[in-house]
């Protein structure tokens, strides 16, 4: 098992493993996770590693719901050793029902939560996350809904994603003046070149005590070490679905960070957790996995290299956005 570490999801008392697993690979099609027996030994190995969070959403897999429904048949007789977070608010093409896209109101959470908790053949979620916000629903409408399904057993804590750092503070505020539950967690994309959440979004969090959780922290697998200007893994994401993204990659950079990695003996999977994991306010790093090595070599990762202020300063330096 690897050295693995664990952090309070914020200022709550909900622990989480530094590393997570994404599970927005199980259902999807040309993986080996797209079938049951693939998830089943990612899920495996990510708990044998000691991995506990485990990251999902309603839309997940090939056809909505299939990444939910995947993870409760892996995780039958496993249900108590992780923490389950599910997401709602993106359009589910009708599976829940017509919902005028007010999919953060008090009509379609309850049928989304019900949903969700029936394709992972559980009672309860540990942290469920709205999605998106859907410009129609006062947050009120949602956090009191929530708030309901908190006293009834149903979820235990809740988070979101994909909010500004004003409607952060708008949540954080409504839920103070209302008396209800408030956040505990923020899901933002954030990587080595995509920092936008350091303008307004992180201080936000770290203001009201949110755990933030990345998401896409590899830029889609590209600060994994196996590319390089002329490609990589015939079977990844980047060369099967997003070949732009290694296309307009600024490999000067990205060339600079892989000698800076060589000088110090430490891989670029390494020193890129390290970089996150030493950010103010990141609980833990959200990884996804179509192999249960994979998964493996994040748990082992996440631990194997503690860089200096000074380092973590560099790397962020490498990459620094343009003003």
């Not at 540990?126 to 009120?140: A, F, S």
């Not at 950010?279 to 996804?288: E, K, M, R, T, Y």
């Not at 994979?294 to 973590?312: G, R």
């Amino acid at each position: 098992m690897a050295n693995i570490e664990y952090r309070t999801l914020g200022r709550s008392g909900l622990v989480v493993s530094t590393i997570g697993l994404g599970c927005n690979n199980f259902g999807r099609k040309d993986t080996l996770t797209e079938t049951q027996e693939g998830t089943d030994a990612v899920i495996g190995a990510a708990i044998d590693a000691g991995v506990t969070l485990f990251d999902t959403a309603d839309i997940y897999g090939s056809e909505r719901g299939l990444s939910e429904t995947l993870m409760g048949k892996a995780l039958e007789g496993k249900r108590d050793r992780i923490v389950l977070a599910t997401k709602f608010g993106m359009d589910m093409a009708g599976l829940n029902g017509p919902d005028w896209d007010a999919r953060a109101s008090r009509r379609y959470i309850r049928l989304a939560v019900e949903s969700s908790l029936r394709r992972l053949r559980t009672d309860w979620i540990d942290l469920y996350q709205l999605h998106r916000p859907d410009g129609v629903t006062p947050i009120e409408e949602t956090l009191a809904t929530l708030d309901d399904l908190i006293a009834e057993g149903k979820i235990r804590y809740i988070g979101h994603s994909n909010l500004a750092g004003w409607q952060i503070a708008e949540a954080e505020f409504t839920a103070r003046l209302h008396g209800h539950p408030k956040f505990i967690s923020a899901q933002n994309e954030y990587s080595l070149l995509a920092r936008d959440v350091e303008r307004e979004v992180l201080p936000a969090v770290n203001r009201y005590g949110l755990g933030f959780l990345p998401f896409f922290p590899l830029y889609n697998g590209l600060f994994t070490g196996k590319f390089t200007r002329e490609g990589g893994p015939s079977d990844s994401r980047i060369m099967h679905l997003r070949r732009h993204l290694l296309d307009e990659a600024p490999w000067d950079r990205i060339e600079r960070y892989q000698a800076f990695c060589d000088e110090r003996g430490v891989t670029m999977l390494a020193a890129t957790f390290a970089w996150l994991l030493a950010q103010p306010g990141l609980s833990s790093v959200i990884a996804g996995a179509t192999k249960p090595e994979q998964i493996v070599a994040n748990a082992e990762a996440a631990t194997a290299w503690k860089p200096t202020a000074a380092e973590v300063a560099e790397i962020g330096e490498i990459f620094a956005p343009a003003a």
